[in-house]
């Protein structure tokens, strides 16, 4: 199960309120895409559920269970600037959840257990489309290749919910519909919810069960200290999607 329930959460950083009365449930391998202005604090409540950053006031549970206050293996998370490391192959990249949470001080494993985190890892890399790229580096992949890298990397550590902030803006077109079909093969095929910040109305609607939007109610200049963006609109796409059936 991977159900989210965001009760009464507000977020503020000193005398700004950036997010106030936020409430929703997302039930289990639901897909929600969060859209809305500039600055109206999707992002720092995709940062609440990762855990780093804490509400206000409110709580989050993930399956009833308070969320711990720092991310973890059960929350994947992928930036729209590739969060891949440099310095590491794509199949050094694939592997390194499963090592450091083997090992946390070595980041190495070793023997029967390293063999079975190859495998694993190359599976992964096949899943997204990266087969026979194993030992390229980060440099040498395209940006859709590399996005595709970085969903390996979070989906290797098998999360309950799959966080995305604006994955697929920085990507051409026809790349960018490529990493869609993609990335809903990933959620039909996977047990996980997701969550997603997008622009792009296009994107929110092609790929999500509901869209959720953010906005400030009261945004006069005077006022933007004061109160904080809420949830204005809760969209759900007719006919309903689910995860599983034929995308």
Avoid at 37 to 49: A, D, E, H, V, Y
Avoid at 124 to 147: F, H, N, R, W
Wanted: charge should be positive; glycine fraction near 8%; aromatic fraction near 6%.
């Amino acid at each position: 199960m991977s159900a989210l329930k965001i009760e009464n959460v507000w977020k503020e950083y000193g005398d700004q309120i950036v997010l106030e009365n936020v409430s929703l449930n997302v039930e289990s391998r639901a897909f929600v895409a969060l859209v809305g202005p500039s600055g109206c604090g999707k992002t720092t409540f995709l940062r609440m559920i990762l855990g780093q950053e804490k509400p206000t006031r409110g709580t989050i549970l993930l399956d009833g269970v308070p969320l711990p206050p720092e991310p973890g293996p059960d929350r994947g998370v992928v930036f729209q600037r590739y969060s891949v490391f440099p310095h590491l192959t794509v199949l050094g990249n694939v592997m390194l959840g499963k090592e450091l949470k083997a090992s946390p001080l070595s980041g190495k494993l070793f023997g029967a257990a390293r063999k079975t985190a190859i495998e694993e890892a190359r599976a992964m890399i096949a899943e997204v489309g990266l087969t026979g790229s194993e030992d390229k580096y980060p440099a040498q992949l395209s940006g859709g290749m590399q996005q595709r890298l970085a969903l390996a990397q979070a989906l290797i550590m098998r999360p309950k919910v799959l966080l995305l902030d604006e994955p697929f803006g920085a990507l051409d077109p026809g790349i960018r519909h490529e990493i869609h079909l993609l990335m809903k093969r990933l959620w039909n095929e996977t047990p996980m919810t997701v969550v997603m910040v997008t622009h792009d109305m296009r994107e929110a609607f092609t790929l999500a069960t509901r869209v959720i939007a953010f906005e400030r109610p009261r945004d006069r200049p005077e006022e933007k200290l004061r109160y904080g963006a809420t949830i204005t609109r809760d969209i759900p796409i007719w006919p309903p999607r689910r995860a599983g059936a034929a995308a």
